[in-house]
């Protein structure tokens, strides 16, 4: 048994990963007949001398290879693993093993289950295609748009649980494509609705992500001067259980999110690349970052920025207590 498992979504192909384990015998004695290997070390000699051993006590052999396929990529600039040498380089200089690598694959017992894992991967990657004909290859691309939409449908329904259209939407854009943060809000959404249908009000009241549009709402009104908006929602959020140190902390980061994409646009990098760039997995705070970074210029910005800096240090020094020295900084900025 050859399988390929690549691509992005980490949590699909991890998923996919243990359905595999789970046709393959008890998972005790599987365990003991476990080898994993990192493929930017590990020689061919080592890897099939591993594959073609017969299992001990247990039904399979279990070999798992984890980058093997970069290894054998010429990447972008930037991009996850990369041969500087170029493309093909690496086959090339190991040529007089690797280059057996699927004439040895076919000799494998089938006591042994060989799983190549990779992230992001070119498609005309030079070992991959050669392996291709001899395995079961499974892209996981990034789920986005109506796809996204469904896995979480589907999952809810996994949970044995209902949600509204309204909530799908909300979460897919607050979340993102990041289904590791999705799943367990979802977890937790299904814990919290016990039963009944998952609507918008639930996804306020629980996700992590939908606090965080809030402070985005109330960096707007700072920005802008406009204390009536900025104070009431500060005292929302404190009551709904946030620290003040932990609300100066996040709408630091929105500050800085905001200096920074700004930056990166300015300088001609697209929306991907800016998403990319600040390792951002929501496109909600993507999009909302390079939306207020156009509306304000860098020097109010930076003067924001130094203001929240300033009220931050007057805590550590005890010079306020956090709660009034939020009050204070709403009051400073729109005086």
């Known amino acids: 048994m050859f399988y390929i498992l690549f691509g992005p979504d980490e949590f699909s192909l991890r998923e996919e990963l243990e359905r595999i384990k789970d046709g393959l015998g008890d998972r005790e004695s599987l365990a003991s007949n476990t080898t994993t290997f990192e493929g930017k070390q590990v020689s061919l000699n080592q890897l099939m001398d591993a594959c073609i051993a017969l299992p001990f006590l247990g039904s399979h052999r279990l070999i798992i290879v984890e980058g093997l396929l970069a290894r054998f990529s010429n990447f972008s600039k930037g991009a996850k693993y990369a041969d500087e040498a170029g493309e093909g380089q690496a086959l090339r200089r190991d040529k007089g093993e690797w280059g057996e690598f699927e004439k040895r694959v076919g000799n494998m017992p089938p006591s042994t289950a060989l799983i190549l894992i990779d992230g992001q991967i070119k498609k005309g990657n030079a070992l991959l295609k050669r392996l291709a004909p001899l395995a079961s290859v499974k892209e996981f691309p990034l789920l986005k748009g109506a796809a996204l939409g469904e896995w979480i449908r589907g999952r809810v329904k996994e949970g044995n649980g209902t949600i509204s259209p309204e909530a799908v939407r909300m ?8 289904l590791w943060v999705l799943a367990s809000e979802l977890e937790k959404l299904l814990l919290y609705t016990m039963g009944r249908r998952i609507d918008e009000g639930d996804v306020k009241e629980v996700v992590s992500y ?10 707007d ?9 900025a104070a009431p929602l500060l005292h929302q959020l404190l009551q709904e259980g946030d620290t003040a140190p932990y609300l ?3 709408i630091t980061r929105q500050l800085r999110l905001l200096v920074q994409s700004k930056e990166l646009s300015l300088q001609g990098f697209s929306p991907a690349e800016v998403k990319a760039r600040l390792a951002l997995t929501s496109d909600y705070v993507l999009n909302k970052a390079l939306e207020q970074g156009r509306r304000y210029s860098m020097e109010r910005l930076e003067q924001v920025y130094r203001k929240l800096l300033e009220t931050d240090l007057s805590i550590k020094r005890g010079l306020w207590k956090s709660e009034l020295a939020l009050d204070l900084l709403v009051a400073d900025l729109c005086a």
């Open 221 to 229: 009104a700072l920005i802008e001067g406009r204390a009536a908006r």
């Open 171 to 178: 979460l897919a854009s607050l979340v993102g494509e990041n």
């Open 210 to 219: 939908a606090r965080e549009a809030n402070v985005f709402t109330m960096v």
């Open 248 to 250: 100066l902390v996040m």
